[in-house]
């Protein structure tokens, strides 16, 4: 699904309306190529939870999702942090369900 529609920008400027267009192409593009990674991500994450089980290991692996909440709160800030329990979550699903 594609985004096509224009909003407005907030300003009257033609100049800078155009700009701001342009931008909001290149964010509406950024964001197909985050949605399409994350998608990867959860399948790969699938994919290994399913083999570490079927080879007798456990569910999760705490010290791996230690290291990814560490990685995105060092690199993004207090926000990484939701970023990555969503992405965790996307790719093993709810913990306890």
Do not use: C, H, W
Request: net charge negative; glycine share 10%; aromatic share 4%.
């Amino acid at each position: 699904m594609t985004n096509d529609m224009e909003f407005s920008s907030g300003t009257d400027d033609p100049l800078s309306d155009a700009q701001i267009q342009d931008y909001r192409k290149e964010i509406n593009e950024l964001d197909r190529t985050i949605i399409e990674a994350v998608q990867r991500r959860s399948e790969i994450s699938k994919l290994i939870g399913r083999t570490r089980t079927a080879s007798g290991g456990t569910k999760l692996v705490y010290s791996r999702e230690t290291a990814i909440l560490n990685q995105f709160r060092n690199e993004l800030g207090p926000e990484g942090i939701a970023i990555a329990n969503s992405l965790l979550q996307l790719g093993r699903g709810r913990l306890g369900a």
